[in-house]
């Protein structure tokens, strides 16, 4: 949380009402509440066990934060359960590839956020190296784009039942026992629900008809120092391709 968030400005949490959308189990609640000084975090996320998590751990810290109004909620794809005009400032750290609608999102944040009201993004667009989020089954940057996505799932699926195969913490359940194998129940991203193999330009496309303004876009290419850093960086100015060399990218929208 702390690579994460210093890329973003203290000033638009310090003193001011925080959303924290897709929240999870809530790392960077937390981690906000205990290093800087919001008025307020809610928290908001539709999985009810990672809510229930984050709410234990909230118990468990709530002495070492400076921020004492931290909740966390638990909502669904209707819409957010907080009030309009209720946050200064709305988070969407790691999240955004998985709104499945996220043009009623944007419109829901629109209805949340105050008026000059900002959302801070971070977003790893799905034609990027790792877009698939498949990286622990498939290392292979741009898998989705040369084997296709049948190929993808058929081969997700035989390495997810494989019994050296190590499952993240986000294929167990509350008890810490292995999920179902996700990949033989569907053999596309949009079959699966997880990923809405949104691009750059059709999101922004939908944030302007939301009212949104785009204040900041800086696309990040991967490698962190020396010359693959640098390479990376050149790749980002390629016409047409440049998405496919963006590992992840750092938005701020005002209202």
Same mark, same amino acid.
């Given at each position: 949380?702390?690579?994460?968030?210093?890329?973003?400005?203290?000033?638009?949490?310090?003193?001011?009402?925080?959303?924290?959308?897709?929240?999870?189990?809530?790392?960077?609640?937390?981690?906000?509440?205990?290093?800087?000084?919001?008025?307020?975090?809610?928290?908001?996320?539709?999985?009810?066990?990672?809510?229930?998590?984050?709410?234990?751990?909230?118990?468990?810290?709530?002495?070492?934060?400076?921020?004492?109004?931290?909740?966390?909620?638990?909502?669904?794809?209707?819409?957010?359960?907080?009030?309009?005009?209720?946050?200064?400032?709305?988070?969407?750290?790691?999240?955004?590839?998985?709104?499945?609608?996220?043009?009623?999102?944007?419109? #829901?944040?629109?209805?949340?956020?105050?008026? %000059?009201? $900002?959302?801070? @993004?971070?977003?790893?667009?799905? &034609?990027? +190296?790792?877009?698939?989020?498949?990286?622990?089954?498939?290392?292979?940057?741009?898998?989705?784009?040369?084997?296709?996505?049948?190929?993808?799932?058929?081969?997700?699926?035989?390495?997810?039942?494989?019994?050296?195969?190590?499952?993240?913490?986000?294929?167990?359940?509350?008890?810490?026992?292995?999920?179902?194998?996700?990949?033989?129940?569907?053999?596309?991203?949009?079959?699966?629900?997880?990923?809405?193999?949104?691009?750059?330009?059709?999101?922004?496309?939908?944030?302007?008809?939301?009212?949104?303004?785009?204040?900041?876009? #800086?696309?990040?290419?991967?490698?962190?120092? %020396?010359? $693959?850093?640098? @390479?990376?960086?050149?790749?980002? &100015?390629? +016409?047409?391709?440049?998405?496919?060399?963006?590992?992840?990218?750092?938005?701020?929208?005002?209202?």
């Amino acid at each position: 949380m702390r690579r994460s968030w210093v890329r973003f400005c203290d000033s638009d949490i310090n003193g001011r009402d925080v959303l924290d959308f897709g929240c999870g189990e809530g790392p960077l609640s937390l981690f906000l509440a205990k290093t800087r000084e919001p008025r307020s975090i809610v928290g908001v996320d539709i999985d009810a066990i990672a809510i229930e998590r984050a709410n234990r751990a909230l118990e468990a810290e709530q002495a070492s934060l400076s921020t004492p109004d931290v909740r966390f909620v638990l909502g669904d794809t209707s819409g957010l359960p907080v009030d309009d005009a209720s946050a200064d400032t709305i988070l969407a750290f790691d999240c955004m590839e998985h709104v499945m609608n996220p043009q009623a999102i944007l419109a #829901d944040w629109h209805r949340v956020l105050r008026p %000059g009201g $900002k959302v801070l @993004i971070e977003w790893y667009p799905f &034609k990027g +190296p790792f877009g698939p989020h498949m990286a622990a089954l498939i290392p292979i940057p741009w898998a989705h784009v040369i084997f296709g996505e049948k190929a993808l799932f058929e081969t997700a699926a035989r390495l997810y039942d494989d019994p050296d195969y190590v499952p993240g913490h986000w294929d167990l359940d509350e008890h810490g026992k292995k999920l179902p194998n996700k990949w033989t129940q569907a053999s596309t991203f949009r079959e699966q629900g997880y990923l809405n193999e949104l691009d750059i330009p059709a999101f922004n496309r939908m944030v302007r008809d939301e009212g949104f303004r785009i204040v900041r876009q #800086d696309n990040r290419g991967f490698g962190q120092s %020396g010359p $693959k850093h640098a @390479i990376g960086k050149a790749l980002l &100015k390629l +016409p047409l391709i440049d998405e496919y060399f963006i590992n992840y990218t750092l938005i701020e929208l005002q209202k």
